[in-house]
T-cell receptor
Framework: GAVVSQHPSRVICKSGTSVKIECRSL??????MFWYRQFPKQSLMLMAT?????????EQGVEKDKFLINHASLTLSTLTVTSAHPEDSSFYIC???????????FGEGSRLTVL | DAKTTQPTSMDCAEGRAANLPCNHS???????VYWYRQIHSQGPQYIIH?????ETNEMASLIITEDRKSSTLILPHATLRDTAVYYC????WGGGADGLTFGKGTHLIIQP
């Protein structure tokens, strides 16, 4: 099946710094990518939808200036957590969909810990 | 909001069939039933999907009731590695512009 890769898988940063997480579709062109956040023992929550070449669409309650999303190519989307704080510590997961594809493929996830 | 209801947790003995139920009484005619699972600290893994006919692949079988208001995912010979949270999701096929809405899923624990 299609592969979606995330990097880094784990990152620890100091409070106030910014962290970038990459999501790549390795063997297909992803016109749409999605970013999810998952807190411990909770389900995945959709944060934003990212379409190549256009601005991301954020879910209600997600700060677009804090979670910057860039989808500059059909194989790469990035999520930047700006001025991270301990409450931003979470498991961030991306997924990707090709044109007309029924399945969504997920990355391995990136665990962010903000000290 | 998730349009599905699943039991919070289930146990199954290793080697036995694991049957995971899902209720989706408000499913629309053009919505498919998808199943994903998430092993601890990993991204969700696609298992199977179906519209109204029963489906089988190398991982599992999906049984959908005739009225499509519920379905059952069957893992025929559960192993310890099948311990995971299983999510039942309804979604329009080809809805590439829409992200999946995850409910709380079922935590399946395979007992040795």
């Amino acid at each position: 099946g299609a592969v979606v890769s995330q990097h880094p898988s784990r990152v620890i940063c100091k409070s106030g710094t910014s962290v970038k997480i990459e999501c790549r579709s390795l063997d297909f062109q992803a016109t749409t990518m999605f970013w999810y956040r998952q807190f411990p023992k909770q389900s995945l929550m959709l944060m934003a939808t990212s379409n190549e070449g256009s601005k991301a669409t954020y879910e209600q309650g997600v700060e677009k200036d804090k979670f910057l999303i860039n989808h500059a190519s059909l194989t790469l989307s990035t999520l930047t957590v700006t001025s991270a704080h301990p409450e931003d510590s979470s498991f961030y997961i991306c997924s990707a969909s090709g044109q007309g594809a029924g399945e969504l493929f997920f990355g391995e996830g990136s665990r962010l810990t903000v000290l | 909001d998730a349009k599905t209801t699943q039991p919070t947790s289930m146990d199954c003995a290793e080697g036995r069939a694991a049957n995971l139920p899902c209720n989706h009484s408000t499913i629309s005619g053009n919505e498919y039933v998808y199943w994903y699972r998430q092993i601890h600290s990993q991204g969700p893994q696609y298992i199977i999907h179906g519209l109204k006919n029963n489906e089988t692949n190398e991982m599992a079988s999906l049984i959908i009731t005739e009225d499509r208001k519920s379905s059952t995912l069957i893992l025929p010979h559960a192993t310890l590695r099948d311990t995971a949270v299983y999510y039942c999701i309804v979604r329009v096929w080809g809805g590439g512009a829409d992200g999946l809405t995850f409910g709380k899923g079922t935590h399946l624990i395979i007992q040795p």
